[in-house]
């Protein structure tokens, strides 16, 4: 079973930057799709990103576009979250997530349920 540890969380001011890591277990991190979402109290949860497997590019949430970047190092299994700008309405848990079996069709990148396994979050704090 693919497991998935997040770690580089905190706080920071505004205009800031913060980088996340996810790192997988499993043989076949290059076939996974990879994303990021992020929740807070009261709200569903939003998708930020995703890095689809077996090179099938990287995709963004439109509060993120231009700000975030998702990166993916296949060797090391992991996944990075480089956040830059930051903004209040940044702070949030943010969770990464594996699509394992199969890779989500470009439409469905955004939709949560084509997510098999979940890290357990890292809370990101952004003041103003």
């Known amino acids: 079973q693919v497991q998935l540890v997040e770690s580089g969380g905190g706080w920071v001011q505004t205009g800031g930057s913060l980088r996340l890591s996810c790192e997988a277990s499993g043989r076949a991190f290059r076939s996974y799709t990879m994303g990021w979402f992020r929740q807070t109290p009261g709200k569903e949860r939003e998708w930020v990103a995703t890095s689809r497997g077996s090179g099938g590019g990287t995709y963004y949430g439109d509060s993120v576009k231009g700000r975030f970047t998702l990166s993916r190092d296949n060797a090391k299994n992991t996944v990075y979250l480089q956040m830059d700008s930051l903004k209040p309405e940044d702070t949030a848990v943010y969770f990464c997530?594996?699509?394992?079996?199969?890779?989500?069709?470009?439409?469905?990148?955004?939709?949560?349920?084509?997510?098999?396994?979940w890290g357990q979050g890292t809370q990101v704090t952004v003041s103003s």
């Open positions: 997530a594996a699509a394992v079996n199969s890779r989500p069709i470009l439409s469905a990148v955004g939709d949560q349920q084509m997510y098999s396994t």
